[in-house]
């Protein structure tokens, strides 16, 4: 029996009529996964089941994780996800929650997350009253590679708007300390969020915007793996990054 799973539907408060509901198949087929523990859903159903109840799919399924692991070079790769638009919304919350030291989000605009997850302001100040760093690194809103990009995505939306939101955000949280911003534009065909030892990457396509683009779920497992180099990807966007108190408060951005 698939015990974990049987766990998460009794914690979530949830029947199987209602996750078969959330998943789209029948209660039967929800039956079948809690009977047999080596059956795995289809990969949609399983990001489904995943965000319905709350839970991350290595702790429902952990064989079809691990089944997809491989052990050269990337084996810091937990989870490919054609789409990030793909990967459940509980899956980035998890991250957030059990991070304890730092908390980097340099996407260009990161407005997504204030958009998706609940109450992020009030997770973020949590986490930083207890003594996590927590980074931004946006792109210039008034930067020529900026206005480049918005060209190229075409899209009502722009770039320099979902930028202002996350800016307007950060503003509210600065009270509160431990929480910083920088400018730059080296990552704008590139976003890197770090959650400790956790990371995730989402290479942004031409003419796609970040929900559209791949994403991969790294864990570091290694000195100068994956995760280390585009740890150190950051870092150096970082070091040359300008301040977000500063530039506005100078009127430049």
């Not at 996750?19 to 399983?46: F, M, Q, Y």
């Not at 946006?138 to 930028?163: F, K, N, Y």
């Amino acid at each position: 029996m698939n015990h974990a799973l049987r766990r998460a539907l009794a914690n979530a408060k949830m029947t199987e009529t209602q996750l078969a509901e959330a998943c789209g198949v029948d209660v039967k087929t929800i039956s079948r996964w809690i009977a047999n523990p080596t059956r795995i859903p289809h990969a949609r159903h399983r990001w489904a089941a995943c965000e319905a109840l709350g839970e991350e799919e290595t702790a429902l399924w952990p064989t079809a994780v691990s089944s997809a692991l491989k052990t050269g070079p990337d084996r810091e790769i937990v989870q490919v996800f054609p789409y990030r638009s793909a990967a459940p919304s509980s899956l980035w919350r998890s991250l957030i929650t059990k991070a304890q030291k730092e908390l980097t989000f340099a996407g260009y605009t990161n407005y997504f997350l204030w958009l998706e997850q609940a109450n992020l302001a009030g997770a973020l100040r949590r986490k930083a009253q207890a003594g996590c760093r927590i980074r931004f690194l946006i792109g210039d809103p008034d930067s020529p590679v900026t206005m480049a990009r918005e060209a190229e995505e075409g899209v009502p939306l722009t770039l320099s708007t979902r930028i202002a939101v996350t800016i307007s955000e950060l503003e509210r949280l600065r009270p509160v300390g431990n929480i910083e911003g920088r400018f730059e534009t080296g990552h704008v065909n590139l976003s890197v969020f770090r959650f400790d030892d956790e990371m995730i990457v989402t290479p942004i396509l031409a003419r796609r915007v970040g929900h559209d683009s791949p994403m991969l779920h790294l864990r570091r497992n290694q000195p100068d793996g994956m995760f280390d180099r585009f740890a150190d990807h950051v870092e150096e966007l970082w070091g040359r990054g300008r301040d977000i108190w500063e530039a506005t408060e100078h009127g430049q951005a």
